[in-house]
């Protein structure tokens, strides 16, 4: 079972979530700006994408700069940020269990779910 981190007003995530749904593969959709990963669940997120927490990170957003981040803040940092500001997120991400993606580009999802 698979779990998709949706934003459903990002064009990439819907595009990826189309993917999933032709897949066929069971899974479960959390829109996580309506219901956002807590600080322990991203700390499991980050070992199963095996990034760096900046590696996913919208660095752009406003919210990375008020929460005085740079690209060289510890991933504890922006992880406790991220918990805060859930839009920091990129998107969109599936995981599992064992290991998880982030869908950019979102053909990627394709040879994930294989």
Known sequence: MYIFLHNSRCSKSREALKIMEKSKKKYTLREYLKNPLDLDELI?????????????TRTQEAEFKQSNLTKESSDLEILKAMSKYPKL????IVYNDNS???????EKLNDYLK
């Not at 997120?89 to 969109?92: H, T």
């Not at 998880?100 to 979102?106: D, M, S």
């Open 100 to 106: 998880a993606i982030v869908c950019r580009p979102v």
């Open 44 to 56: 499991s997120l980050q070992e199963k994408l095996w990034l760096k927490a900046i590696e996913f």
């Open 89 to 92: 997120m990129e998107r969109a």
